[in-house]
């Protein structure tokens, strides 16, 4: 298998792709829990060789065994799936960040999009931020050009953070005349490994920008759910609670936009704390 395999060629309807990686700017799991839903059961139309990619010792295989026989070895891996919409098709790329190669593994993206005749491309994530889960989780925009951001929707001044595979991939799209954006959603810096209401904020952002229908309704229990578990949580704990009450008076007073400095020291934080 060569760096990429090709499975489907196309036609495809006023395609649109989108990136969703497990790396750092996936907190609360927010980009694949959206790439979840529309991937689910999709075909395959392309997929990136893993041995070009991912150091193993990092992101190790899973290995079955069975009555002491070993099975089967799934291998960590890079997918493009297609998602039918009624009126244009998404091909979704997803899975963990890779470790190496990700120049080239843009300039093959950005060969394919092209090849596809993709009409824009859309990378969604996940960054932390002081912000409450009790209120509606917002989103973020970056994009290729100043015309694709909507006021009030992108941080303020120079925004400098440490690289994501998602945003290079974006960078070498870009590059190959593919209008770009980017939707980021804001996680409470103090929930888990997953938040699923801001995965239900990115597929609506989709939603609202491309005037298409997604499947938002297959997350909605499990985010009440996790709301629940959180009220709990908060409860239980007074310094906890009394932080959530600060981020709930910081957001109903929408003070100002958000600084790059602000949510570069916010990255910063929650990167020393993964570490």
Do not use: C
């Not at 196309?10 to 990136?19: A, N, S």
């Not at 989103?139 to 953070?161: F, Q």
């Amino acid at each position: 298998m060569d760096f990429v395999d090709l499975v489907d060629i196309g036609p495809f309807r006023d395609p649109v792709t989108v990136v969703a990686l497990d790396g750092w700017v996936n907190a609360g799991s927010a980009a694949t829990l959206a790439a979840s839903v529309l991937v689910e059961e999709a075909a395959v139309v392309a997929r990136f060789n893993g041995d070009y990619l991912f150091d193993y010792r990092m992101s190790r295989p899973v290995i079955d065994f069975v009555e002491g026989v070993i099975e089967q070895v799934e291998w960590p891996e890079l997918t493009v799936r297609l998602h039918r919409t009624p009126d244009r098709d998404l091909l979704v790329l997803s899975g963990i960040e890779p470790n190496w190669h990700w120049q080239r593994l843009g300039e093959e993206f950005a060969r394919l999009a092209t090849a596809w005749e993709v009409q824009e491309h859309i990378s969604i994530g996940g960054v932390p931020w002081a912000a409450p889960h009790t209120r509606p989780v917002s989103v973020m925009t970056t994009a290729s050009s100043p015309e694709r951001v909507p006021d009030g929707e992108h941080p303020a001044g120079l925004l400098r953070v440490p690289g994501a595979a998602v945003s290079a991939l974006e960078w070498k799209v870009s590059k190959a005349g593919i209008p770009t954006s980017g939707f980021w959603a804001r996680v409470p810096n103090y929930v888990g490994s997953s938040f699923t209401a801001a995965a239900i904020a990115l597929l609506r952002r989709i939603e609202r920008h491309l005037q298409i229908p997604l499947p938002v309704a297959d997350l909605e229990d499990e985010a009440r759910d996790e709301a629940q578990q959180l009220d709990d949580a908060v409860q239980s704990r007074p310094d906890v609670k009394t932080m959530v009450e600060q981020f709930e008076q910081m957001y109903d007073a929408q003070i100002g936009a958000v600084s790059g400095e602000d949510l570069a020291s916010e990255i910063e934080k929650f990167l020393r704390d993964q570490g």
